[in-house]
């Protein structure tokens, strides 16, 4: 299984949301990030469905700043019994690999966000993980 765009995405809307402070001062750095984070969901959600490779597809991004999660939803064009044994850990290692490798991610991880993805496969089961840093 090919890595997928989450964690490179998170990273990138983490890079928009500092690279891009145009604060009103009234808001608080949370609430800036947040409402930049939610920005780029927008407009890649707008976008629409978008391919990673030949089994899996981006849906949309989900953002809540109450909760501070982050939430990829992709779908498979195959189905979770077509998985290898250990195809959970697997894809929650290289989550958390992928989103706790990253500093800004990893720092928003440690500030209390969620990031998670969950996917959705032919036959209908959802898988859900979300990125554990030690």
């Known amino acids: 299984m090919s890595m997928r765009i989450p964690a490179g995405l998170a990273g990138a809307l983490l890079c928009l949301a ?18 930049m984070i939610s920005e780029a969901a927008a407009t890649a959600n707008a976008a629409g469905s978008t391919p990673i490779d030949s089994m899996t597809a981006q849906e949309r991004i989900d953002v809540s700043c109450d909760t501070r999660t982050i939430l ?13 044994a250990g195809w959970q850990d697997d894809w929650q290692g290289k989550l958390s690999k992928v989103y706790c490798d ?6 928003m991880i ?25």
């Not at 990253?102 to 720092?107: G, K, L, M, S």
């Not at 959705?120 to 554990?132: N, P, Q, R, S, Y």
């Open 72 to 84: 990829t939803h992709f779908s498979r064009k195959d189905t979770a019994a077509a998985q290898p």
């Open 110 to 134: 440690a500030g209390g966000w969620t990031l998670a993805e969950s996917t959705t496969f032919a036959d209908g089961v959802v898988f859900e993980i979300k990125a554990v840093c030690a």
């Open 18 to 35: 500092l690279a891009s402070a145009q604060v009103a001062q009234a808001q608080s750095p949370e609430e800036m990030l947040c409402g």
């Open 102 to 107: 990253d500093p800004a991610t990893r720092e």
